[in-house]
């Protein structure tokens, strides 16, 4: 029987001794704490083609004119050039970062602003000397500054983050902004011809408020009296610990229907709690369970060195975890508070979770698109998801697992268009949602949304793009009101069960989303299906 826990602790997991070099490690390199510093002193820039490297002090950076007053190898060359390299390295430095900046508005701390941050960084450099301490004031203090003046720039995020050198590739660092920018540009040109779409008339848990009360505070009061929280534990036989659930119920009238919720890469269930509050305070049952292998502490042990990054056979162990627990609800091992039917499912997944959920409505993982691009470093497509995607060609073959009780699924920001190279076929047992931001750099929107999608239309899946949206600000934390995707996937959900077997994904299958009312006045989305035209 499962066990309720009271504490957040865990027990030491047994890892394998052998620690493989595994491409997902240099997104997190940066990092694991060295020495102390205050903030970047010197640049290192790599010339690939002139087989030469130049060092610059950041101050000279500022502008053309300090370049050229200045004393550096880079300050030289500029100088014996007429100020053309000089143009040419500030322009570069001058381009935006796509760095979420809400939590820095927020004040919030830590993680994902830190992880964004270094992402970025990592993906054209390296940082030298980091700081031991990278979720503090400081570091939220110096990336509010550098948005200070709006967008932040490659050198404004240079200037706040700390450490003492970083060696930067400058034609790496060009090619992956424009890149950055072509993977986009599809999402832009449809967002612009799309309407978005209204939010709720009502905001979902939000009554008529008292003039000093904010809509936050009034979701919140009303979500605690209408749902309950605990956490359980329950024994799986492919994992060597009970798999840790976090299951949010209604309070009282149930509608017998059950969601279940899976976290991304290095995240956890509590990053998701909003859309179980807000699925539970309309009468949903939600289990959002821990997958251990790839979680948010699994991430601190791997940055500690205690512990290998995921290996190849969490894809598979992933949909596993959900299947066990939709066997444990249907048998009766794990008791819900409210009877349901565990014969009939919606799954909603962000980033690797959305994946999972994939591989549950009947995408087919196959080697064959991995073995063909994966070693391509020069693909146009290529993006910082296929890091995780390429780690998983070991792991494919097992991970065919699609459970005919999954009748839809929600899936946000899913990395696939190397995993699933069959794509949505007529053999998919569930009806799909995709849903991407047109700022997210980690899993683009244009190769890993837009494409996959053409394919998958016919069959009444469909693709809603979010303007504004990005890899982290999608996510609702403990948003009682279910954040930004709150109303969308709602509406998703309750569409899905409603339709009865029409739920199934078929060839000219009327859509399931409502065409209007599940907006937001913050990030407009768009149901952008019906303009995406033919592969």
């Not at 002090?57 to 053309?84: F, H, P, T, V, Y």
Request: aromatic share 4%; net charge positive.
């Amino acid at each position: 029987m499962p066990q309720t826990r009271h504490s957040d602790r865990r027990r030491p997991r047994h890892w394998r001794q052998n620690l493989r070099a595994f491409g997902l490690l240099a997104l997190v390199a940066p990092l694991i704490p060295t020495a102390p510093a205050l903030a970047l002193e010197e640049v290192v820039i790599e010339l690939p083609l002139l087989k030469t490297q130049l060092t610059v002090k950041l101050r000279e950076l500022k502008s053309a004119e300090a370049l050229r007053q200045g004393s550096s190898d880079l300050a030289e060359l500029d100088r014996a050039s007429n100020g053309a390299v000089g143009r040419q390295v500030i322009e570069l430095l001058r381009q935006p970062v796509p760095l979420s900046m809400k939590q820095v508005a927020d004040g919030s701390m830590g993680s994902p602003l830190v992880e964004q941050a270094m992402l970025v960084l990592s993906s054209i450099g390296f940082v030298e000397g980091r700081s031991a301490d990278l979720s503090g004031r400081s570091l939220t203090e110096a990336l509010r500054q550098a948005a200070s003046d709006g967008e932040p720039t490659l050198l404004s995020l240079l200037k706040a983050i700390p450490g003492q050198r970083l060696t930067l590739d400058l034609g790496r660092t060009r090619q992956l902004f424009n890149r950055m920018l072509r993977q986009r540009q599809q999402a832009e040109s449809l967002l612009a011809v799309t309407p978005a779409v209204s939010p709720p008339v009502s905001p979902p848990l939000s009554p008529p408020l008292a003039p000093a009360v904010s809509a936050a505070t009034t979701a919140r009061a009303v979500a605690e009296k209408s749902v309950s929280r605990r956490s359980v534990t329950l024994p799986m036989p492919h994992r060597p610990d009970p798999l840790e659930i976090m299951l949010v119920e209604p309070a009282s009238a149930s509608n017998g229907r059950l969601v279940l919720i899976s976290h991304g890469l290095w995240d956890s269930p509590a990053a998701f709690e909003g859309w179980g509050i807000l699925l539970a305070s309309r009468g949903y049952s939600v289990a959002l369970p821990r997958h251990p292998g790839s979680d948010s502490s699994q991430q601190r042990a791997v940055l500690a060195g205690a512990s290998p990054p995921p290996d190849p056979e969490e894809l598979a162990r992933r949909p596993k975890d959900l299947i066990a627990v939709l066997d444990a609800i249907g048998n009766g091992r794990l008791r819900l508070a409210q009877q349901v039917d565990a014969g009939r499912v919606v799954v909603l997944g962000h980033s690797w979770g959305a994946t999972t959920a994939l591989q549950l409505a009947g995408l087919q993982p196959s080697k064959e698109t991995l073995l063909q691009r994966c070693s391509d470093l020069d693909d146009p497509d290529r993006n910082l998801s296929w890091t995780l995607q390429c780690s998983w060609l070991r792991g494919v073959r097992y991970a065919g697992l699609a459970d005919p009780r999954v009748v839809a699924v929600g899936a946000v920001s899913p990395p696939m268009s190397l995993l699933f190279a069959r794509g949505f076929t007529s053999e998919q047992g569930g009806r799909v949602l995709l849903v991407s931001g047109n700022r997210d750099w980690v899993v683009p929107p244009d190769p890993e949304a837009i494409a996959p999608m053409r394919w998958g239309r016919a069959i009444g899946n469909q693709l809603v793009l979010v303007q504004g949206g990005d890899h982290f600000n999608l996510r609702p934390q403990g948003a009682a009101d279910g954040g930004v995707l709150g109303p969308l996937l709602f509406a998703w959900t309750e569409a899905a069960f409603a339709a009865g077997p029409a739920v199934r994904p078929a060839p000219g299958a009327s859509p399931l989303l409502p065409a209007q009312g599940w907006g937001n006045g913050d990030l407009p989305m768009a149901d952008v299906t019906g303009r995406l035209g033919n592969p």
